[in-house]
């Protein structure tokens, strides 16, 4: 008995062995930790991938925007006018308010569509008042400015954080449009606007001037020489046009003042 105890013990301790190994077996996980992980990780890198187009299209949205200027009275009721812009580009000119009712209808249809079409040609406020709607063009272009400096002041906090933005803005900083103060005169009210570029007169233009019988006549024949001669001096000293006595100082009048608030 005692020369076979060594054997059996062998014996026993192998069956242990083999146990332990079956064991192990029996325990160890049908799948792979790390492609299990591996697996995981992929939804969410999928999931960023889907929202990453709509983010995309968004961006494309915002690029178009509508801009309304404000309410200008006029003596015949008020004006404003609404831009839509896309890329800093005017895309759409429209006149929300025209004076209306009775002569007002007719010069409203008549005026209107021309300002537009001239809005989208110029790409500025500075465009020529339609002849027979001097206070509905009047208005209209003091609206349109306003649209325009809201549309330049958000393109311009929009586009600090990329150079899209930012590049357009530096031209567009040095023009600018000054209205003179109405002058009254014997025949009617005269106001001149002044297209500047730094303290420059690039364009002189008379919004408001005597109209009805030789007055009319007298308007065109006088202010295009004022205009001219405006922009030739680049002050106020211009000749007196003939025959257009109270238009022309009225003009000169209004003209100062514009220049006094360009601080030229």
């Known amino acids: 008995m005692k020369t076979n105890h060594p054997i059996r013990r062998f014996v026993l301790a ?4 083999v146990s332990g190994i079956v064991l192990l077996l029996a325990l160890k996980p049908a799948t792979d ?3 299990a992980s591996a697996q995981a990780g992929a939804a969410p890198q999928q999931t960023a991938a889907g929202q990453g187009a709509p983010q995309g299209g968004t961006a494309q949205q915002s690029g178009t925007s509508t801009v309304l200027g404000d309410v ?7 004006v404003q006018v609404q831009l839509t812009m896309s890329g800093g580009k005017i895309t759409k ?4 308010q025209a004076p209306k009712g009775g002569t007002s209808s007719q010069k409203t249809e008549l005026s209107v569509p021309k300002l537009n079409q001239e809005t989208l040609a110029a790409q500025s406020a500075d465009i020529d008042a339609v002849s027979g709607a001097t206070y509905t063009s009047g208005g209209y272009k003091k609206s349109l400015q306003s649209a325009l400096d809201k549309a330049k002041a958000a393109g311009g906090a929009s586009g600090s954080s990329g150079k899209t933005g930012a590049s357009p803005a530096a031209p567009a900083a040095q023009a600018r449009v000054v209205t003179g103060t109405v002058s009254d005169t014997q025949y009617g009210p005269v106001q001149v606007r002044l297209t500047l570029d730094g303290k420059k007169i690039t364009k002189a233009e008379a919004v408001q001037a005597p109209s009805g ?3 009319s006549q007298k308007t065109e024949l006088a202010v295009p020489k004022l205009n001219q001669e405006a922009v030739a001096a680049g002050s ?7 025959g257009a006595t109270y238009t022309s100082e009225g003009y ?3 003209l100062q003042s514009a220049l006094d608030k360009a601080g030229v």
């Open 14 to 17: 192998s069956a242990a062995t």
């Open 236 to 242: 106020a000293q211009i000749d007196t046009v003939s």
């Open 72 to 78: 200008v009275q006029t003596q015949y009721g008020p």
């Open 93 to 96: 000119a429209d006149a929300v």
């Open 213 to 215: 019988g030789t007055s």
């Open 252 to 254: 000169k009048k209004s």
């Open 33 to 35: 930790p790390a492609a």
